[in-house]
Nanobody, 118 residues
């Protein structure tokens, strides 16, 4: 069983920065696409950013230019650097790892709260 442990959330003022981390308990990153979703109360879940095992990245239009996703396979860790944060970025952020090989399992982190407020 693989566990994803998230860290790095918290309270930040508008315009501030946070870096989220997502660490896997086993070495699955080399065969997985990593990413983060976010979900605020009463809103649909939004795919924020992804990074493939080949390093290709994609971003939601709402965060493009302000967010950078990266990965360190040696540390089994993915990172989401968020800059110029806005109140509308307030949400629970959930990381995931979708394996691209058998058994094609998707693993989820526990979620971390990001609150952007003055």
């Amino acid at each position: 069983q693989v566990q994803l442990v998230e860290s790095g959330g918290g309270l930040v003022q508008p315009g501030g920065s946070l870096r989220l981390s997502c660490t896997a308990s086993r070495n699955i990153f080399k065969v997985s696409t990593m990413g983060w979703y976010r979900q605020a109360p009463g809103q649909q879940r939004e795919l924020v950013a992804t990074i493939t095992n080949g390093g290709r990245t994609s971003y939601a239009s709402s965060v493009k230019g302000r967010v950078t996703i990266s990965r360190d396979d040696a540390k089994n860790t993915a990172y989401l650097q968020m800059d110029s944060l806005k109140p509308e970025d307030t949400s629970v952020y959930l990381c995931y790892a979708a394996m691209s090989v058998i058994p094609y399992t998707t693993y989820w982190g526990q979620g971390t709260q990001v609150t952007v407020s003055a």
